[in-house]
């Protein structure tokens, strides 16, 4: 999907000069206009875009690692550990297809080899391994600065924590003001094949290691500079924006579904930077963050634009200053988003590495684009000779604006400190944001009211104690800890907000230091539609609607009567009934995961009215394992009957994010493609098949649609999503129904209504969306599980109708979301919504694994 970019001056263009001299200072610069024209580059829905004939196949190891590591990353063992932290690094064995080696780049091989020659060099390069990727490469961390005694370190982390805990204090802190480091993070290459940052990375810890000067010793005296080398070493090697999990890494960090986005939570909790950028490509001329509006409205946004905007002056200049030209060398002046453009490249959504920071103490964070494009169907079609050249240009670009933020953060390390201070302070105190204007943001020109975007925090959320939604509350209350969100649990009921709450429901009280994060997970949000014409991701997210847990706002009250204690992990709710046969609800992925786990046991699995599953008393001990293994409850039952449920093997075209939630579900799952039932598919290794991306039934040869024919017609189950698996029913002739396609670059939070029973029982009224689907012309035998909500359905994100007045909320208002029934001797389920995308909406995952159990033969 493209994304059309229209750069206008919002306010006066300025000329910058010069960073300030020093050893990291760039003095050249060249003249020109900021206001080049980018060129669009597509925004894919995950990791890759995919076609008509490919679907996702990601190997179940890359699955198995995500969710083996989901605890987190790996810093805790050099806690008490003075700098430098010097640490012998294997040698990954010699790969010669690694992409990088065709650009003249470092190839992932090369990098530990040349981070061991760093560490040699003198005594302020240490490498720390932050975790491993989805296929199982370890990720490096660098750090750069001054020695430090064990002592001093443990003196570092105590301000770091007085910053965050104690911010009142902090500010008057006189030991903070003269000897606290400022954390800086670069971070690179979080997109495989966007190699450069890498490079310049490795290129500046060699100068630093080096340098005799003055200027250096200071700045490595007065800060910390930490480098994440690669933060997707599988997409570096094989070429792919993607991870080895098929997961777009840059859009991961509100779920933080992956071990590599896993690690860089870890690192902006352990080091709390003050400044960070994100080394992208490829736009010409280079894009330096801050963004268009939208911009998050959860941020402290006054201090965040003054120091990022500062910054991207700086860096400008330096990017400049290397005296590349358009005429000479292809490459056009930098950019600035917020000054330069209109809309198209916002901060709305927390999935971006620079958009989630500053819920963790960054004030300036930037996205950087250099210029020059080798990736894709350049680095097919380019010499060789050509795509060095261009990567060497990026090379230099990167290295320019990584200099040019880390002499910011040495000239302001005290401002920047003290902002930071603040951002924790508000939290705490509960204060009001500050709206930003060129009043309270002198320096940055052309604020106006489109860039004002704040919220009304509420004093607290509560998750209530529920048996059904536990599994879900336990989740997500391990989410918000890992995002190092305090959470507290009453040890007795406690009235607040004009209601009453059970002992066992966990608070989240909203003073707090990062009351952002906290609220940019747990708030409904909001509908911006009528906001801008165009967002460059998703506009809606919302865990508190999403995650299956009942969370509940609480606007107001005082909670020095409410009895609770922070705590560090959700209580388990693993439980079996000791008498009697049980039940297990089908609400949560971890209870879809436990039957799959019964079902491969060889245990007689029943499925009563509601959709939940009845295990005999006979069972109970392999009901013991299940529930300590996936912490869920089985209740004692005295219902009897129903359906026998069987392990279902999912034969399934779709997206990466959906195969891993498929996955994280427990089911057998084989990806196909259009091109693999085209060469040949055994259905006998399947039950049910599950379509929404890469399956084209009018693309498949006579042998393939005979096959699927006869698979469909001996019982074979039909899951489809969205177009390609609407179209899939049209192509077989099954369910009798018109698809309708809303605005296809709609996406958010939806209400719906359910219809209950076998595939929506126990459903959340909440769902989400991305290019959404109806279904009109009901044919006879057609269920309707579940519609959109009357009115405006669209509780948080963006969706407008199309420029005829169709395929807005008011058009899907009431109309058919999810419909089921048989056909052909198959039973069959389309889903209009988006229930497993980019494995987020965990709450809405069963209904896609009710429907597989359902439809199975």
Same mark, same amino acid.
């Given at each position: 999907?493209?994304?059309?970019?229209?750069?206008?001056?919002?306010?006066?263009?300025?000329?910058?000069?010069?960073?300030?001299?020093?050893?990291?200072?760039?003095?050249?610069?060249?003249?020109?206009?900021?206001?080049?024209?980018?060129?669009?580059?597509?925004?894919?829905?995950?990791?890759?875009? /995919?076609?008509?004939?490919?679907?996702?196949?990601?190997?179940?190891?890359?699955?198995?690692?995500?969710?083996?590591?989901?605890?987190?990353?790996?810093?805790?063992?050099?806690?008490?550990?003075?700098?430098?932290?010097?640490?012998?690094?294997?040698?990954?064995?010699?790969?010669?297809?690694?992409?990088?080696?065709?650009?003249?780049?470092?190839?992932?091989?090369?990098?530990?080899?040349?981070?061991?020659?760093?560490?040699?060099?003198?005594?302020?390069?240490?490498?720390?391994?932050?975790?491993?990727?989805?296929?199982?490469?370890?990720?490096?961390?660098?750090?750069?600065?001054?020695?430090?005694?064990?002592?001093?370190?443990?003196?570092?982390?105590?301000?770091?924590?007085?910053?965050?805990?104690?911010?009142?204090?902090a500010a008057k802190d006189e030991a903070i003001k003269a000897g606290y480091k400022t954390p800086v993070f670069i971070n690179n290459n979080i997109h495989g094949n966007e190699w450069e940052g890498t490079d310049a990375a490795l290129k500046l810890i060699?100068?630093?290691?080096?340098?005799?000067?003055?200027?250096?010793?200071?700045?490595?005296?007065?800060?910390?500079?930490?480098?994440?080398?690669?933060?997707?070493?599988?997409?570096?090697?094989?070429?792919?924006?993607?991870?080895?999990?098929?997961?777009?890494?840059?859009?991961?960090?509100?779920?933080?579904?992956?071990?590599?986005?896993?690690?860089?939570?870890?690192?902006?909790?352990?080091?709390?930077?003050?400044?960070?950028?994100?080394?992208?490509?490829?736009?010409?001329?280079?894009?330096?963050?801050?963004?268009?509006?939208?911009?998050?409205?959860?941020?402290?946004?006054?201090?965040?634009?003054?120091?990022?905007?500062?910054?991207?002056?700086?860096?400008?200049?330096?990017?400049?200053?290397?005296?590349?030209?358009?005429?000479?060398?292809?490459?056009?002046?930098?950019?600035?988003?917020?000054?330069?453009?209109?809309?198209?490249?916002?901060?709305?959504?927390?999935?971006?590495?620079?958009?989630?920071?500053?819920?963790?103490?960054?004030?300036?964070?930037?996205?950087?684009?250099?210029?020059?494009?080798?990736?894709?169907?350049?680095?097919?079609?380019?010499?060789?000779?050509?795509?060095?050249?261009?990567?060497?240009?990026?090379?230099?670009?990167?290295?320019?604006?990584?200099?040019?933020?880390?002499?910011?953060?040495?000239?302001?390390?005290?401002?920047?400190?003290?902002?930071?201070?603040?951002?924790?302070?508000?939290?705490?105190?509960?204060?009001?944001?500050?709206?930003?204007?060129?009043?309270?943001?002198?320096?940055?020109?052309?604020?106006?009211?489109?860039?004002?975007?704040?919220?009304?925090?509420?004093?607290?959320?509560?998750?209530?104690?529920?048996?059904?939604?536990?599994?879900?509350?336990?989740?997500?209350?391990?989410?918000?800890?890992?995002?190092?969100?305090?959470?507290?649990?009453?040890?007795?009921?406690?009235?607040?907000?004009?209601?009453?709450?059970?002992?066992?429901?966990?608070?989240?009280?909203?003073?707090?230091?990062?009351?952002?994060?906290?609220?940019?997970?747990?708030?409904?949000?909001?509908?911006?539609?009528?906001?801008?014409?165009?967002?460059?991701?998703?506009?809606?997210?919302?865990?508190?609607? /999403?995650?299956?847990?009942?969370?509940?706002?609480?606007?107001?009250?005082?909670?020095?009567?409410?009895?609770?204690?922070?705590?560090?992990?959700?209580?388990?709710?693993?439980?079996?009934?000791?008498?009697?046969?049980?039940?297990?609800?089908?609400?949560?992925?971890?209870?879809?995961?436990?039957?799959?786990?019964?079902?491969?046991?060889?245990?007689?699995?029943?499925?009563?009215?509601?959709?939940?599953?009845?295990?005999?008393?006979?069972?109970?001990?392999?009901?013991?394992?299940?529930?300590?293994?996936?912490?869920?409850?089985?209740?004692?039952?005295?219902?009897?009957?129903?359906?026998?449920?069987?392990?279902?093997?999912?034969?399934?075209?779709?997206?990466?994010?959906?195969?891993?939630?498929?996955?994280?579900?427990?089911?057998?799952?084989?990806?196909?493609?259009?091109?693999?039932?085209?060469?040949?598919?055994?259905?006998?290794?399947?039950?049910?098949?599950?379509?929404?991306?890469?399956?084209?039934?009018?693309?498949?040869?006579?042998?393939?649609?005979?096959?699927?024919?006869?698979?469909?017609?001996?019982?074979?189950?039909?899951?489809?999503?969205?177009?390609?698996?609407?179209?899939?029913?049209?192509?077989?002739?099954?369910?009798?129904?018109?698809?309708?396609?809303?605005?296809?670059?709609?996406?958010?939070?939806?209400?719906?209504?359910?219809?209950?029973?076998?595939?929506?029982?126990?459903?959340?009224?909440?769902?989400?969306?991305?290019?959404?689907?109806?279904?009109?012309?009901?044919?006879?035998?057609?269920?309707?599980?579940?519609?959109?909500?009357?009115?405006?359905?669209?509780?948080?994100?963006?969706?407008?109708?199309?420029?005829?007045?169709?395929?807005?909320?008011?058009?899907?208002?009431?109309?058919?979301?999810?419909?089921?029934?048989?056909?052909?001797?198959?039973?069959?389920?389309?889903?209009?919504?988006?229930?497993?995308?980019?494995?987020?909406?965990?709450?809405?995952?069963?209904?896609?694994?009710?429907?597989? /159990?359902?439809?199975?033969?």
């Amino acid at each position: 999907m493209g994304i059309s970019r229209t750069f206008r001056p919002r306010g006066p263009v300025l000329l910058t000069t010069a960073v300030a001299a020093g050893a990291l200072a760039l003095t050249a610069l060249a003249p020109g206009s900021a206001t080049a024209d980018p060129t669009p580059r597509p925004v894919t829905r995950e990791g890759s875009p /995919l076609g008509d004939d490919r679907a996702a196949t990601v190997p179940q190891g890359a699955t198995e690692r995500a969710l083996a590591d989901a605890g987190g990353a790996g810093l805790g063992g050099d806690r008490g550990r003075g700098y430098p932290r010097e640490r012998r690094l294997a040698r990954p064995p010699v790969n010669p297809a690694d992409k990088s080696i065709k650009l003249g780049l470092v190839p992932y091989h090369g990098i530990a080899p040349r981070l061991n020659e760093l560490q040699r060099i003198g005594d302020r390069v240490s490498v720390e391994i932050a975790g491993r990727s989805a296929g199982g490469h370890p990720l490096y961390l660098v750090t750069v600065t001054a020695p430090e005694s064990a002592r001093e370190t443990a003196r570092q982390e105590r301000m770091r924590e007085r910053i965050e805990n104690a911010p009142a204090a902090a500010a008057k802190d006189e030991a903070i003001k003269a000897g606290y480091k400022t954390p800086v993070f670069i971070n690179n290459n979080i997109h495989g094949n966007e190699w450069e940052g890498t490079d310049a990375a490795l290129k500046l810890i060699e100068k630093l290691a080096k340098a005799k000067d003055g200027p250096s010793r200071s700045l490595l005296a007065h800060n910390r500079l930490y480098f994440n080398i690669t933060a997707n070493p599988d997409g570096r090697i094989a070429g792919t924006r993607a991870n080895a999990g098929g997961f777009d890494l840059n859009r991961d960090f509100i779920t933080a579904s992956q071990p590599e986005a896993r690690a860089i939570r870890e690192i902006a909790v352990a080091k709390q930077p003050a400044v960070m950028i994100d080394l992208h490509g490829y736009v010409n001329g280079t894009l330096i963050e801050p963004t268009t509006p939208p911009h998050g409205e959860n941020y402290e946004y006054d201090l965040f634009l003054k120091n990022s905007y500062a910054n991207a002056l700086g860096m400008e200049a330096a990017v400049n200053g290397l005296g590349y030209t358009e005429a000479k060398d292809g490459v056009r002046p930098a950019v600035i988003p917020f000054r330069d453009q209109e809309e198209g490249w916002d901060d709305w959504p927390p999935v971006f590495t620079p958009q989630y920071m500053p819920f963790q103490g960054a004030v300036a964070a930037h996205t950087i684009e250099f210029p020059m494009q080798v990736n894709n169907a350049e680095y097919d079609d380019q010499p060789v000779a050509e795509l060095r050249r261009r990567a060497g240009i990026n090379v230099d670009i990167a290295g320019a604006a990584m200099r040019a933020s880390i002499g910011y953060a040495d000239r302001h390390r005290a401002a920047l400190i003290a902002d930071q201070i603040e951002v924790f302070r508000r939290g705490a105190t509960g204060a009001r944001q500050v709206p930003v204007s060129e009043r309270t943001v002198p320096g940055v020109p052309g604020i106006g009211p489109e860039d004002v975007y704040t919220t009304d925090f509420p004093r607290a959320y509560v998750i209530p104690a529920h048996e059904r939604s536990a599994p879900a509350a336990a989740r997500l209350v391990d989410h918000l800890l890992a995002n190092d969100v305090r959470v507290e649990r009453a040890s007795h009921a406690f009235r607040l907000g004009g209601r009453t709450y059970a002992k066992g429901s966990y608070l989240v009280d909203m003073r707090q230091p990062k009351r952002g994060l906290a609220n940019v997970m747990l708030a409904d949000g909001r509908d911006i539609s009528a906001k801008v014409a165009t967002m460059y991701d998703i506009s809606g997210w919302s865990l508190g609607r /999403l995650w299956g847990a009942s969370v509940e706002a609480v606007e107001s009250g005082d909670l020095d009567g409410v009895r609770a204690r922070a705590v560090r992990a959700a209580s388990r709710v693993g439980y079996v009934a000791p008498r009697g046969d049980l039940r297990l609800r089908l609400d949560d992925p971890r209870e879809i995961a436990a039957v799959n786990h019964l079902l491969a046991e060889g245990v007689v699995v029943r499925r009563d009215r509601s959709g939940a599953a009845l295990v005999p008393a006979s069972a109970r001990g392999a009901a013991r394992a299940a529930a300590k293994k996936y912490d869920v409850a089985f209740d004692a039952t005295k219902a009897k009957g129903g359906p026998v449920l069987h392990r279902t093997r999912v034969a399934a075209a779709v997206t990466p994010g959906e195969l891993f939630a498929l996955r994280e579900m427990g089911f057998d799952v084989v990806p196909v493609s259009t091109a693999v039932l085209n060469a040949g598919f055994d259905w006998k290794r399947a039950d049910v098949l599950f379509v929404s991306a890469g399956l084209d039934h009018g693309r498949l040869n006579a042998a393939a649609q005979a096959g699927l024919d006869r698979f469909l017609a001996r019982g074979g189950g039909l899951v489809g999503r969205g177009a390609a698996g609407a179209a899939l029913n049209t192509g077989a002739k099954l369910l009798p129904v018109r698809p309708v396609e809303g605005n296809g670059d709609a996406n958010g939070v939806v209400r719906v209504v359910n219809r209950g029973g076998t595939l929506t029982g126990g459903a959340p009224d909440h769902s989400f969306v991305y290019a959404p689907m109806w279904f009109t012309g009901l044919g006879s035998g057609v269920r309707v599980e579940q519609r959109y909500g009357a009115g405006n359905p669209l509780v948080a994100g963006h969706w407008r109708a199309l420029a005829d007045g169709g395929g807005g909320p008011a058009a899907a208002a009431g109309r058919a979301a999810v419909v089921s029934g048989s056909a052909r001797g198959a039973e069959v389920v389309l889903f209009g919504t988006e229930p497993l995308f980019r494995a987020h909406p965990k709450g809405v995952f069963p209904q896609v694994g009710r429907a597989l /159990l359902s439809v199975g033969r």
